[in-house]
C-alpha cells in the first residue's frame, strides 16, 4: 500500500531534495565531536559572561538533534540535544557564510547537526556555543511530536520507543541508569570472586521453574525445543564441574500473561555458590540491593509509589510462609491437619482448587499467595515454602518445608532462594512428582531432565543459590510502576 504521508512530511522530503542539489549528504559523514552538553557545561562551571569575553576562547565540537529553532533572517538560535542533555547555539550569517547558512535554513525540529565555535552567555545567562562551524548530519522526515504533548498514549511510548526516548527525560534517564545498576551488581559479584558465564537460550528439557514455556522447532535436528525459563539448572552442572562460584544475567522467556509486573521475556541474574546455603544467599541478596541503590541512586530510603518509602537500610525481616498464613487466616500448617480439612478451609476462604493438588503444601502456598503477599511492605525474607512447590530445594528439618526464600517488597517478589537439593536419588523422585502433577494438568511442572541427574551423580557440592528479577528490580530502584518502562522494547500488543 502506497505510504500517504502528511503536509510536514511532503515539506521535509522538498527540504531533502534542495539539500541534495545543494551538494550536502542528508544522510551525513562521520563526525568528530570533542564535548557533549555536559562536558561543555563542565567547561564554564564558575566563569561568568565577562570571564568567557576576557579569556582564551573556549571552543567546542558537539553534535545532537534539533530540538527548538528561532530563525530570524541573518541569525538564528537553535537548540540541540544529546545523550547527556541540551545546549543552545547561535549562528549567523556573517560566522559561518551565505552557503553555510543557506543550507541552515532548510533545518527542521528533529534533524540531526553538527554544531562547533566558542562557549558564550548570552544575556538572559544563557550557555551557548557561538557557531562558526556548521554541519548538517540527517534528515528528519518524520516531524516529532508536539513538545508539550509528547507521545501521550502510553501504549504508543513503549510502542515507538526510539521517539520516546527523544521526547520524554524520565524515559532516557531509566534506560541510562538500568544498565548501571546491573554494572554494580556484576561488579559486587565480582568482587565476592564469582565468575560471569552464558549459558543456552535453546533447551531440550523444560526445567529450573515452574512456568509455561515458549516451543520451537530446529530443523536441522527435526526437533522441538523450549525457550529457556530458568538458568538454574546449567548453572548447577557448572558447579558440578567445579567453577564454585558462578553467575549469569539472562533473558527468560515465559509464555504467560502480561501485565504491569510481566513481560513474556525478561531478565534475571541467577547465582549459585559451592558450599554456601540459604543464609548465605541471604546475606548476599541484602548486600548487592543495598549496594546497588547506594552506588546508582546514593541513597538507601528508595521512594515507592506516591506515598511510600522503601528503607534498605535495616536488616531485612526473616519469617516463614506457615507463620504468615497463620497471622492472617487462623490455620497453622505446622500442625497435623488432615488434607480433607485443609481444603475445605481453603474452599471456605474463597480458594479454587486444582485438580493437580494432592497434599497441604499446594493449599499453604495458595493461601500465602491470596492473603499475605500484598500485604508485605518493607524488605522480608519469606521463608519454609512447602516441598510441594520447590521440586529443586533441600528439604528443612520439617520435610514437609524446603530451605527457600522469596524476597517480597510492597507486595511483590523480587527474588528466589534455596539451599539447592543436590541428592540425585531425592531429585530423581522429585522430578517424577512433577511428572505426576503434569499428568493431573499442571502446565508448569518440570520435566525429568536425565542430563541433570547424570551430573548430580558425579557430585554437586553442597550449595547456595539465588534468582533476582532484574525488570522489577530496576522498577522499584527507579520508583516505576509498570514493567514495560524498565524494557526498552516489550512485548506489544498489535496496533489497532
Known amino acids: ?119 558564550m552567555f548570552t544575556r538572559t545567562g544563557e550557555l551557548t556555543v557561538k557557531c562558526d562551524h556548521f554541519t548538517f548530519l540527517t534528515k528528519s522526515l518524520n516531524p516529532l511530536p508536539e513538545k508539550f504533548h509528547g507521545l501521550t498514549d502510553v501504549e504508543e511510548r513503549f510502542r515507538h520507543r526510539y521517539v520516546d526516548l527523544i521526547m520524554n527525560e524520565e524515559s532516557k534517564r531509566i534506560a541510562l541508569l538500568r544498565p548501571k545498576i546491573v554494572r554494580s551488581m556484576q561488579k559486587y559479584f565480582d568482587s565476592l570472586g564469582f565468575v560471569e558465564v552464558e549459558t543456552s537460550v535453546l533447551q531440550p528439557i523444560l526445567g529450573g521453574a515452574n512456568a509455561r514455556p515458549f516451543i520451537t522447532h530446529h530443523n536441522a535436528l527435526n526437533k522441538d525445543f523450549y525457550l529457556r525459563i530458568a538458568t538454574e539448572l546449567a548453572l548447577k552442572k557448572l ?28 531478565t534475571t541474574v541467577e547465582l549459585y555458590e559451592a558450599y554456601g546455603d540459604l543464609q548465605s544467599m541471604r546475606k548476599l541478596a541484602e548486600d548487592v540491593i543495598r549496594n546497588a541503590a547506594k552506588e546508582v541512586l546514593g541513597t538507601l530510603t528508595i521512594p515507592c509509589g506516591d506515598n511510600l518509602t522503601i528503607d ?21 500448617f505446622t500442625s497435623d491437619i488432615k488434607f480433607e480439612d485443609a481444603v475445605e478451609f481453603a474452599k471456605s476462604k474463597g480458594i479454587q482448587i486444582e485438580k ?5 503444601g499446594y493449599i499453604l502456598n495458595a493461601l500465602f499467595e491470596e492473603f499475605c503477599e500484598q500485604d508485605i511492605i518493607q524488605p522480608t525474607f519469606v521463608y519454609g515454602h512447602p516441598i510441594e512447590v520447590s521440586p529443586l530445594t533441600k528439604k528443612g528439618k520439617d520435610p514437609r518445608f524446603t530451605e527457600r526464600f522469596e524476597l517480597f517488597i510492597n507486595g511483590t517478589e523480587y527474588a528466589n532462594a534455596y539451599s539447592e ?13 512433577q511428572l505426576r502433577a503434569k499428568e493431573l494438568g499442571d502446565d508448569e511442572a518440570n520435566e525429568m531432565d536425565y542430563n541433570f541427574l547424570d551430573a548430580l551423580n558425579y557430585g554437586m557440592p553442597p550449595a547456595g543459590g539465588i534468582g533476582i528479577g532484574i525488570d522489577r528490580l530496576v522498577m522499584l530502584l527507579l520508583n516505576v510502576s509498570n514493567v514495560r518502562e524498565v524494557i526498552l522494547f516489550p512485548t506489544m500488543r498489535d496496533e489497532k
Open 421 to 433: 537439593l543436590n541428592d540425585p536419588i531425592d531429585q530423581k523422585e522429585r522430578f517424577e512428582a
Open 1 to 119: 500500500m502506497e505510504e500517504k504521508l502528511n503536509d510536514q512530511q511532503l515539506a521535509r522530503r522538498e527540504k531533502l531534495k534542495k539539500l541534495m542539489e545543494l551538494g550536502v549528504n542528508p544522510w551525513g559523514e562521520r563526525f568528530d565531536r570533542t564535548d557533549s552538553s555536559k562536558s561543555a557545561r563542565e567547561k564554564v562551571q564558575g566563569k561568568t559572561k565577562e570571564d568567557l569575553e576576557n579569556s582564551k576562547p573556549i571552543h567546542v565540537k558537539l553534535a545532537g538533534r534539533v530540538m527548538f529553532l528561532r530563525k530570524m533572517g541573518k541569525a538564528s538560535f537553535v537548540s540541540i540535544q544529546d545523550k547527556e542533555g541540551k545546549i543552545q547555539a547561535y549562528i549567523s550569517i556573517d560566522s559561518v557564510g551565505e552557503e553555510t547558512y543557506n543550507i541552515f535554513k532548510l533545518v527542521d525540529v528533529g534533524d540531526i547537526v553538527g554544531i562547533e565555535g566558542d562557549l
Open 312 to 332: 534498605f537500610e535495616p536488616e531485612f525481616r526473616w519469617v516463614s510462609m506457615a507463620e504468615l498464613v497463620k497471622e492472617k487466616c487462623g490455620i497453622d
Open 239 to 266: 558447579l558440578v564441574g567445579g567453577l564454585e562460584k558462578v553467575y549469569e544475567f539472562g533473558r527468560l522467556f515465559r509464555n504467560e500473561g502480561m501485565d504491569t509486573k510481566h513481560n513474556p521475556e525478561f
Open 356 to 360: 493437580h493438588w494432592t497434599s497441604n
